[in-house]
């Protein structure tokens, strides 16, 4: 069984920071892509940034020179590091591992973490 535990959600006053850590657990032998999605009252949910094994980026063009996502593949972790924060950065984030195989042979499978709650007051 696979897990996603989030961490480092909580309030934060407009311009400052947070840093939100996602830490897949488990029997896994390889993960595509890890990223965080976030979804406000009364809005779709949206990507906010994702990476892959090889490194490779993708940022929501609002949080653009504003958020960084890194991973650390061993631990099978990822963080993402929120500066600059605007109230309309107010959200639920999810954690989301895409493409995870617990073995070389099995399926691949998509993981969802609990969610984390980020507000931001102006």
């Known amino acids: 069984q696979v897990q996603l535990v989030e961490s480092g959600g909580g309030l934060v006053q407009a311009g400052g920071s947070l840093r939100l850590s996602c830490a897949a657990s488990g029997s896994i032998f390889s993960i595509n892509a890890m990223g965080w999605y976030r979804q406000a009252p009364g809005k779709q949910r949206e990507l906010v940034a994702a990476?892959?094994?090889?490194?490779?980026?993708n940022y929501a063009d609002s949080v653009k020179g504003r958020f960084t996502i890194s991973r650390a593949n061993a631990k099978n972790t990822i963080y993402l590091q929120m500066n600059t924060l605007k109230p309309e950065d107010t959200a639920v984030y999810s954690c989301?591992?895409?493409?995870?195989?617990?073995?070389?042979?099995?399926?691949?499978?998509?993981?969802w973490g609990q969610g984390t709650q980020v507000t931001v007051s102006s």
């Open positions: 989301n591992a895409e493409g995870v195989k617990i073995t070389f042979w099995a399926p691949k499978h998509d993981y």
């Open positions: 990476i892959t094994t090889g490194g490779n980026t």
